[in-house]
């Protein structure tokens, strides 16, 4: 069974579909990928490679003509509690003049909020329309999940200006959440490039003027996308070197300190040897010689080292 159905006139009012369709207007059926019946119904309706197109398991963004249709997917932000955002949720969709069929795998908030239009009299007066409204309700969706990231990589890029700030912790998935939604968008921009282009009879002039506009908006929210990428790389090469700064001024101090320290711990060494004929053994003053050499030695390491400028 559908998720749901509907014969829509061209003034918008719809009504339950029925089997031979309504006599002005288009029929929208909505199907849920795992639904038994959708098969049957699609190879008794739809054509061969559009339905195969409409089975498929995974999609990617695409418009192709097919005939008299258009074959079209779509992806959208995750708005469900099973998964993230950037795990994208895919629509399927044939759509000819007289008939549009979606095919979802999870529930996708932009069609149920036409299905909801479609009840209340006010659904897309056409299928171009349809196509215009949901592919807007998805990249409005996307926009607003690109406009949070970039907000989320304006704090992190401000915490550079912190000498003391760690690496932000969630910024390696902020990367990842970019790389995906790049990953589906730059398709998507693409699919809608094409639907523009398209010489078929469903997309009229004003229709892709509208649609044209959708392609800019996606090409927009790309763009924005390869920026915070590059931001995020960037955010991420000034900690590292940060951290690598840390460790060389570390490492330096370590290495100045043992250059001191090395030739008063040779001689200690060499003195607290436990053998017969060391020097000073009888003597009452020699601990105290010992010390001032060790001094003088210490005083002239340092000297040595700045005439070398090595600090």
């Known amino acids: 069974m559908p998720v749901c159905a509907f014969d829509i006139a061209p003034d918008g009012t719809a009504r339950p579909a029925s089997e031979n369709g309504p006599a002005e207007g288009y029929a929208w059926w909505h199907f849920d990928l795992s639904d038994p019946e959708l ?77 909801q239009e479609a009840v209340t009299g006010t659904a897309p007066a056409s299928p171009i329309a349809f196509v215009h409204d949901l592919a ?43 790389i995906r939604l790049r990953r589906y968008l ?20 004003d229709a892709r003027a509208r649609l044209r506009e959708l392609g800019n908006l996606a090409k927009l929210t790309v763009e924005e996308l390869e920026a915070m990428v590059g931001r995020m790389d960037a955010v991420q090469d000034h900690h590292a070197a940060q951290a690598d700064l840390v460790h060389s001024r570390n490492g330096y101090i370590l290495s100045i300190v043992a250059a001191v320290f090395l030739p008063l711990g040779f001689i200690t060494g060499l003195f607290g040897v436990n053998v017969a004929g060391m020097p000073g053994v009888d003597t009452p003053w020699a601990f105290a010689a010992l010390c001032i050499g060790l001094v003088v030695l210490t005083v002239a390491a340092i000297w040595i080292l700045r005439k070398l400028k090595w600090i």
């Open 136 to 178: 807007q309700r998805l990249m409005t969706r996307v926009q607003d999940t690109v406009f949070d990231l970039s907000h989320r990589v304006d704090d992190m890029e401000d915490s550079v200006h912190e000498d003391d700030a760690p690496l932000p912790e969630d910024l390696a998935e902020e990367q990842r959440m970019a």
């Open 186 to 205: 730059a398709p998507q921009r693409d699919a809608l490039i094409a639907l523009v282009g398209t010489d078929s009879e469903l997309v009229t002039s």
């Open 39 to 115: 098969p049957g119904w699609l190879a008794a309706r739809v054509p061969g490679i559009p339905a195969a197109a409409l089975m498929a398991p995974e999609t990617r963004p695409r418009c192709d003509r097919y005939g008299d249709g258009l074959m079209l997917n779509f992806r959208g932000v995750n708005l469900n509690a099973d998964g993230p955002a950037d795990q994208m949720v895919a629509v399927r969709m044939w759509v000819t003049q007289r008939l549009i069929v979606t095919v979802r795998m999870r529930k996708i908030f932009a069609l149920d909020a036409i299905r």
